[in-house]
């Protein structure tokens, strides 16, 4: 019923487009490694703490009950 899209390039048209993005990226300043690694770092901890917060309403919450 359901077919996937058939992709037909060969490995060197692949390679060249992966080389088209590697050219046009650079590497990120300090400031902005800085700041990604906070951001990700702060999301990170906001998951883990709802996480948690999860954890304990549902094994502790039942005990009161």
């Keep these: 019923m359901f077919e996937a899209p058939k992709i ?3 490995v060197g048209q692949v390679l060249k487009s992966y080389l088209r993005v590697l050219k046009l990226s650079k590497k990120p ?3 902005e490694f800085l700041m990604i690694s906070k951001v990700a770092g702060a999301g990170i901890l906001v998951v883990g703490f709802v996480g948690f917060i999860i954890y304990v309403l549902l094994t502790e919450v039942p ?3």
């Design 8 to 10: 037909n390039r060969n």
């Design 29 to 31: 300043s300090r400031e």
């Design 63 to 65: 005990k009161w009950v």
